[in-house]
């Protein structure tokens, strides 16, 4: 069975990563997607899901606590998180990474009063987020088809198999559900609040989702854009961007996308939160 934190991926993923995408150049759609049928309804799905259940006890959780608090909570998960990044850059035999990300874990556990706090950040020490899905990417292992899952979200069929792999072998959370048994399934309590905390984290960036003339092709983009710069460490090569961005293809113009994001805002207004451009 799978974690229960993956039931956010559906928005979670993407949302996470629009504002530092939002700075790139305008990347051309990709068409190569062959489950788009599939992908769409189960995309629907998910979204009314998280509309109808998910966003409410986020909205809820923003509304009880203060930046900060969610900040230490935030903080605490990801902390609790890291032997996923350390175990991934040991199979991708990055020893240095590995020494790195274990440093951190063990500063802000200790100093940082059990991961409630980061001064592991003030002292230098970056964070990095690695999981499976980058280790087969590393490997060579094509990603394949983008995918959608139910209750977990956009995915590949390569990266699809970090959702077995670490919540099985590295995710604290995930191995604490699976070796306990409370009443009334009280060990999922910490991965509901990761999942809360996860939901929470991307309310802030939904105008960008809004504001998209087709929200699964936005999403689906943003997922493969933020992918690409995570298995190239933020660096990805040029030949790679350009591929991302449609520099190669002679067909590509963004003069022409961005005429089809203007065309959907006038024809939603009210979606999109603007009003309509004057008429002169």
Same mark, same amino acid.
């Given at each position: %069975?799978?974690?229960?934190?993956?039931?956010?991926?559906?928005?979670?993923?993407?949302?996470?990563?629009?504002?530092?995408?939002?700075?790139?150049?305008?990347?051309?759609?990709?068409? #190569?997607?062959?489950?788009?049928?599939?992908?769409? !309804?189960?995309?629907?799905?998910?979204?009314?899901?998280?509309?109808?259940?998910?966003?409410?006890?986020?909205?809820?959780?923003?509304?009880?606590?203060? *930046?900060?608090?969610?900040?230490?909570?935030? @903080?605490?998960?990801?902390?609790?998180? %890291? *032997?996923?990044?350390?175990?991934?850059?040991?199979?991708?035999?990055?020893?240095?990474?590995?020494?790195?990300?274990?440093?951190?874990?063990?500063?802000?556990?200790?100093?940082?009063?059990?991961?409630?706090?980061?001064? &592991?950040?003030? %002292?230098?020490?970056?964070?990095? #987020?690695?999981?499976?899905?980058?280790?087969?990417?590393? $490997?060579?292992?094509? #990603?394949?088809?983008?995918?959608?899952?139910?209750?977990?979200?956009?995915?590949?069929?390569?990266?699809? $198999?970090?959702?077995?792999?670490?919540?099985?072998?590295?995710?604290?959370?995930?191995?604490?559900?699976?070796?306990? @048994?409370? !009443?009334?399934?009280?060990?999922?309590?910490?991965?509901?609040?990761?999942? +809360?905390?996860?939901?929470?984290?991307?309310?802030? &960036?939904?105008?960008?989702?809004?504001? &998209?003339?087709?929200?699964? +092709?936005?999403?689906?983009?943003?997922?493969?854009?933020?992918?690409?710069?995570?298995?190239?460490?933020?660096?990805?090569? &040029? @030949?790679?961007?350009?591929? %991302?961005?449609?520099?190669?293809?002679?067909?590509?113009?963004?003069?022409?996308?961005?005429?089809?994001?203007?065309? $959907?805002?006038? !024809?939603?207004? !009210?979606?999109?939160?603007?009003?309509?451009?004057?008429?002169?």
């Amino acid at each position: %069975m799978f974690s229960l934190p993956r039931l956010s991926l559906s928005r979670l993923l993407p949302l996470a990563a629009l504002a530092l995408l939002a700075g790139c150049t305008i990347a051309k759609p990709r068409t #190569d997607d062959p489950l788009e049928k599939f992908n769409r !309804k189960v995309y629907a799905f998910n979204d009314a899901m998280d509309k109808a259940v998910i966003r409410p006890v986020a909205v809820g959780y923003r509304k009880v606590t203060n *930046p900060p608090v969610r900040r230490s909570v935030s @903080d605490f998960f990801t902390n609790l998180r %890291m *032997p996923i990044t350390v175990a991934n850059d040991l199979l991708q035999a990055r020893p240095k990474q590995a020494l790195q990300s274990t440093g951190r874990f063990l500063v802000n556990l200790t100093l940082g009063l059990g991961g409630f706090f980061d001064p &592991a950040s003030q %002292m230098g020490i970056p964070l990095e #987020d690695n999981d499976f899905g980058v280790t087969l990417a590393r $490997w060579g292992v094509p #990603d394949g088809d983008y995918l959608v899952l139910p209750f977990v979200g956009s995915t590949t069929v390569r990266d699809v $198999w970090r959702l077995p792999v670490d919540s099985y072998f590295f995710d604290p959370l995930s191995i604490y559900a699976r070796t306990h @048994d409370y !009443k009334y399934g009280q060990q999922y309590l910490p991965q509901l609040m990761y999942l +809360v905390t996860l939901r929470s984290r991307g309310i802030d &960036a939904e105008s960008f989702l809004e504001s &998209a003339y087709d929200p699964y +092709v936005f999403m689906r983009d943003a997922y493969r854009q933020r992918r690409i710069y995570q298995i190239y460490d933020g660096n990805p090569p &040029a @030949d790679v961007i350009q591929q %991302m961005q449609g520099l190669n293809d002679d067909n590509f113009d963004p003069e022409q996308l961005l005429d089809e994001q203007h065309t $959907w805002e006038d !024809k939603h207004p !009210k979606e999109n939160g603007n009003p309509s451009p004057e008429k002169h």
